[in-house]
């Protein structure tokens, strides 16, 4: 829902959900950096992914997989992480 609202502009919106998620929920570093990178915030989006891949987190292998780490795909700290998966870029 909150990646819904960035990409349709409601970007307040979207930062509103991304802090009650934070809060209440325990979701995938996938899930929260997409969220992060859909409201503009890309450092902390790639920290989220990089905190995944310290602490060996499952869900880590799938992030060449789904458009929502789109806008992350041209940082070279992404592509840095993705080498370092040993994912295909």
Known sequence: M????????????ARELLQEIGAAHRVSA???????AAVGDKD???????????????GIVWI????????LRADPRFRDL????????
């Open 2 to 13: 909150g990646r819904a609202h960035a990409l349709a502009g409601n970007t307040d919106r």
């Open 30 to 36: 996938i899930e929260m950096a997409g969220l992060l």
């Open 44 to 58: 902390e989006a790639l920290g989220t992914l990089e905190r995944a891949f310290e602490e060996r987190e499952g």
């Open 64 to 71: 060449n997989v789904g458009a929502e780490l789109d806008p």
């Open 82 to 89: 993705v080498r370092r998966l040993n994912l295909p870029t």
